[in-house]
């Protein structure tokens, strides 16, 4: 019944590892999302797939790559942690046209150690 | 960059009193939304206030909107201890690279029983 899920919730890694994050949604969305909380709550976007079309927020390391195996399924993998990308990330998606409500997933809590 | 902000940052009343949250954004809007977020878990979607209305209710809460003054305000009635969350406005933003709801950085809400 799970709309929007991502795994793993939580992560603890040491600095310089690769790892990712997998998101799929249910809801026949065409726009997924990725977002970044940081310690004091403050949401911030990172990636909008649509259609196979990627925007990028300008702000994001090139270390953060989403990537998309069908219109479902938003995965998001980093290279190279750093202490800094210690944040919640949550996935969310939505229908095309802007102006939508947003569904978004329970969060994936990664520690960079 | 960052569209909503919330006021206060933190609230803590009194269980069966009533909540007020302030929201002010800086560019026009088709609509305003307000998402909760329980400690640990995603954030959902409590309810969408469009650019032409000016209140909006359902169930407990009541939204108001003045594109006037550019704020929203979110009132809980009958608050219960289930309330405690913490409270992002958004709306939608276009520009510097994903297109997505923005949000703010929330009010902490806290309800003593």
């Known amino acids: 019944d799970t709309a929007v899920s991502q795994t793993p919730k939580y992560l603890v890694t040491q600095m310089g590892n690769d790892k990712s994050i997998k998101c799929e949604q249910n809801l026949g969305h065409d726009t997924m999302y990725w977002y970044k909380q940081d310690s004091k709550k403050f949401l911030k976007i990172m990636f909008s797939y649509n259609n196979k079309e990627l925007i990028i927020n300008e702000t994001v390391p090139n270390r953060f790559s989403p990537k998309s195996p069908d219109k479902a399924h938003l995965n998001l993998h980093i290279n190279s942690l750093e202490l800094g990308d210690s944040a919640v990330y949550f996935c969310?998606?939505?229908?095309?046209?802007?102006?939508?409500?947003?569904?978004f997933g329970e969060g994936s809590w990664l520690t960079v150690v | 960059s960052q569209q909503g902000e919330e006021d206060p940052q933190a609230l803590s009343i009194q269980e069966g009193e009533n909540a007020t949250m302030n929201c002010s954004y800086k560019?026009?809007?088709?609509?305003l939304q307000w998402y909760r977020q329980n400690s640990g878990r995603g954030l959902v979607h409590l309810i969408l206030i469009r650019s032409n209305e000016r209140e909006k209710h359902s169930g407990r809460l009541r939204v108001t909107l003045d594109t006037s003054k550019k704020s929203s305000s979110l009132l809980i009635t009958a608050s219960r201890a289930a309330d405690t969350a913490s409270y992002f406005c958004a709306t939608w933003y276009s520009g510097g690279g994903a297109d997505g709801l923005t949000f703010g950085k929330g009010t902490h809400l806290i309800i003593q029983p």
């Open positions: 560019t026009s809007i088709n609509n």
């Open positions: 969310a998606s939505t229908w095309t046209g802007g102006g939508n409500t947003i569904y």
